[in-house]
């Protein structure tokens, strides 16, 4: 392949999956603020490798991959981050998604519920969520993108409904 | 959000709750115009690039515009169907709230 051709191929997949990267990066680090450094640094590591990617895939879509890319750079970036401190843990339950004044209510007053609950969803699942449901990727492709099998996939997403429901429920129970 | 959706199954609240987010307006412009520049760098010159340069994290809250309220004299008249029917739509919008505040960081 051609350095004409390679630019050209890794342009349509900028343009068919930016959204779908920018998604996943805003919903794995909750403001679209880093969203967006992630969302650009992804394309840039993506560019770096596209060729080999493109070799070693066989014509399967690059969905995946580009995910992946994007999960190991959100993992990069909570793991400098640990290193040291910024901000203290009840900052950080941001608001962006709040849209009337009974959410924003909500959502103020349970803020440090809410982030005790959504530790103890485990990343694999909350992951696994976030491509089916906010990228509508099929078992098959979040398989590709987290390393596992299909059948290990199908299990991690059926579980991870089921814990999310019951979470909920409880907490709406609560709230009754 | 919508309030006229009512889903019936957990799935579709999820599914609400995990909209697809549109990137912001310019960010296209500026990441084509970053990979058009760095088509004309070496792969090893790129190795500068890293996630250091991520900006520090920013808690921000958006504005959130007043909900007007209707006059409460015509809230007595409020059928009861219509009541349970909006409880209904409050708790699916709450839930939804949940499940995104839960999958989200």
Known sequence: MDKAEI????????????????SYSYYRVGN??????????????????FERAVEESNGRP????????????????????????????????TLSAVHTTEDLSRAGTSSRGSWTGS?????????????????GMDNREIARAMGR???????????????????????????? | ???????????????????????????????????????ELAADELEG???SSMRDPRNWVRPVAAVAIGTAAGAGLIVLGWRRQHRRQRNVRAAAVEVRRLVRR
Do not use: C
Not at chain 1, 119 to 135: G, H
Not at chain 2, 12 to 21: E, G, N, Q, S
């Open chain 1, 7 to 22: 630019d050209r191929e890794f342009s349509e997949l900028y343009r068919a999956h930016l959204r779908d990267v920018y």
């Open chain 1, 32 to 49: 679209h603020h880093d969203a967006e450094d992630l969302t650009e640094q992804t394309f840039l590591q993506a560019y770096r490798h």
């Open chain 1, 62 to 93: 690059l969905r995946p991959w580009l995910i992946r890319i994007a999960h190991n750079l959100a993992a990069n970036l909570y793991r400098d981050r640990a290193r040291r401190p910024q901000t203290p843990i009840e900052d950080n339950t």
């Open chain 1, 119 to 135: 530790r103890s969803f485990p990343d694999d699942r909350r992951e696994a969520l976030i491509m089916r449901f906010a990228l």
């Open chain 1, 149 to 176: 099998s299909d059948g290990a996939t199908k299990v991690l997403i059926h579980r991870a409904i089921k814990q999310l429901e019951e979470i909920v429920n409880v907490r709406q129970a609560g709230r009754r």
């Open chain 2, 1 to 39: 959000m919508s309030d006229h959706a009512a889903p019936d199954n957990f799935e579709d609240i999820i599914r609400r709750a995990l909209a697809p987010v549109e990137p912001p307006e310019d960010l296209p412009a500026r990441l084509e115009t970053t990979l058009r520049s760095l088509t």
């Open chain 2, 49 to 51: 690039w890293e996630l």
